[in-house]
């Protein structure tokens, strides 16, 4: 037989490769959803569960780089605090077990993303002014959130180290908490008004002619 897949990429190609798979499920969310012709907000969040999976694995190898806190917030917004909880541990768990490695800290991710998700639910009147997202006040949000995040992971350090260790801790770790911020700026710009608007249009349950909200803030 011959090994035909045996060869391998540099980490350069490598975040190419998966730059354009990511793109490529994207694309495939926003065309399928134009598929959807009734209200199905499940879905969406099963969709949306799915790309900040995918999202946080394949652009591992930028560090501290991935969508999912941005999408979480959006979630917060849109479906506030009880789905922006559930899709953080959905995220967490999943790419914790398949790749990234689980262990205490999945908690603290877990923690961590429904903090961010509570609080885009908590301003969502802020962050969403007459059914469009105020990108520059989401871009500041965001970046404060990936420091929130950052830190309140940071914390899983103290099931076994004391404050004096956490502080140096969280200094050393600031270069990767402006990357997170950084990324999270140029995902509101990229991806808030599409995500927000395919979110928007899927925010309700048709039940034959009633009409009843997913949750209530």
Excluded at 86 to 115: C, D, I, R, Y
Aim: charged share 10%; with cysteine; aromatic share 12%.
């Amino acid at each position: 037989m011959y090994d035909f897949h045996n060869f391998g990429l540099t980490p350069l190609q490598d975040l190419v490769l998966n730059i354009v798979i990511l793109s490529a499920l994207v694309l495939a969310i926003f065309k399928g959803e134009k598929r959807i012709l009734n209200s199905n907000p499940l879905l969406i969040l099963a969709l949306v569960t799915v790309f900040c999976i995918a999202g946080r694995i394949l652009l591992q190898p930028l560090p501290n780089v991935q969508p999912v806190t941005v999408t979480i917030i959006l979630v917060g917004i849109y479906y506030r605090s009880p789905w922006a909880i559930a899709v953080s541990g959905l995220v967490a768990l999943s790419t914790n077990l398949l790749s990234l490695g689980h262990g205490p800290w999945t908690f603290f991710q877990f923690v961590g993303w429904s903090v961010v998700g509570i609080g885009g639910s908590i301003f969502a009147d802020k962050l969403l002014i007459d059914g469009r997202i105020a990108l520059n006040r989401l871009i500041a949000f965001s970046v404060l959130s990936a420091f929130a995040f950052d830190w309140i992971v940071s914390a899983s350090i103290l099931l076994n180290h004391d404050f004096s260790v956490f502080y140096p801790y969280l200094i050393n770790g600031l270069l990767f908490d402006v990357f997170h911020a950084l990324g999270n700026a140029v995902f509101v710009v990229l991806l808030a008004n599409p995500l927000g608007e395919l979110m928007s249009r899927h925010r309700t349950v048709n039940r034959g002619f009633a009409v009843s909200e997913v949750v209530t803030s």
